[in-house]
């Protein structure tokens, strides 16, 4: 089986790569109703694999996901983990390094929360924070950024050759989409908590942003860890997307139950007192 | 609002404390279907709750589960955690531990553990475990396994006076239900990977291992970290129990969305380019 679903294929990022390709607001022509049908479907599909993963106990999925504010990060997430095992699944929000995680390599707090075997990890921002708001920013020399993104590849491929299997999302979605995200924020006071102005700052610097993440879409998609940009304007396409990718990734890894830690023959269900 | 709730109720432990009082099977007189719609109409609750409580950013939720093997503590918590925000649950099963664990005092990689602000804590098995198999096959000397009890409310108390709302449930279901349980694991192939000979030899440390629970359920049910007994034998019964003990800690809480970090009146939504 290859990844190479209709639903995803167009979003796969083969260097040279342009963000300007991708439509925000692109649905391949889908009605909302029949993807929701085929998100449940896929829905009971993905969580079948993920016992079978679990129960098998040898490799791991890492699903990160990057976007700028406000495309949607949480509500896909909420949304792909939905009917899926909780204790099979660990999902990590990286925030603003502590002052422990800045004395040391940008991909130590990172490695901490790699999946372990059985498991799907699922990255809510990640190591790429490292060569976006801090090359946008100025956090780190130019230098030592330009570094990085041999050391993200190096760094995934440790992982893959342990086991684990890497898919990078960006949700996409327009300056514009997050400008009407943001007020609908403000219009609703239970949605005040997830605005700050300085997010009104991060927008002024938007396509140095795009910049950063084009760079790092083109150096870091490999064949153990690809990127795919996804249209995120529409909350159930993007869904659906992510979905599909995740499906066919467990599809393709095809985990099997474990043997028996013992000789069925010799504990026919009678036998137990 | 008080925590007497008829569903938990007649299962809060309080010393002395009689596992005989509990009746297994018990369902209360009520029926599947409506169990089903009560359970329903918790889920919206909860993930409404949990959301104010991630919001609010100040205090957290910790439900340690406990139960002989194949009593339902992995589909209880599959159960309670569907619809909740996985970013805002966070689930830990304790294994045997590792000699790094064992190479310190038994509630180290507990407090590892322990709940952010903000979010849910779910234990599958705990550091009771440490007063139970511990006690049982005598891994502890008996001495210091008599200290333990007070460790271990020394240590809840220091989480509640942080700001952890504690609540723990022993999942109890009969020996023979074991028994049933067992049973269909072998005659499913699917299952086979969850059934271990050596699950056998446990059982037949039952009576030890209900006398162990005795004894920490009257020890350690404090005002502020209460142990429940939920009769476990109907699936559809222990899961709507445990989702109302859930309920009605986050409503007693009642989390409340944080002001807004600026002033909204400086931000009318129209104003934002």
Known sequence: MQLDHPLYAPYHVTSPFKLASIDTSDTQGWKKEDAKVKRAQNREEIAELQERLYAEGKRSVLLVLQAMDAAGKDSTIESITRGVNPQGVHVTSFKAPSKEELAHDF??????????????????????EDVLIVKVKGFAPPALVEKRYGHISDFE???????TRIVKVMLYASKDHQLERFRQRLEEPSKWWKFNPADLKERELWDQYMAAYETALNRTSTDYAPWYVVPAEKKWFRTLVVSQLLLDTLKQMNPKYPPPSF?????PPDSLV
Chains 1, 2 share one sequence.
């Open 107 to 128: 991909l130590w707090r990172v490695h901490d929360h790699a999946p372990r075997k059985g498991t799907i990890g699922i990255f809510n921002r990640s190591h790429y």
């Open 263 to 267: 000789d069925p023959a010799e504990f």
């Open 157 to 163: 491929r440790l992982l893959a050759d342990h086991g």
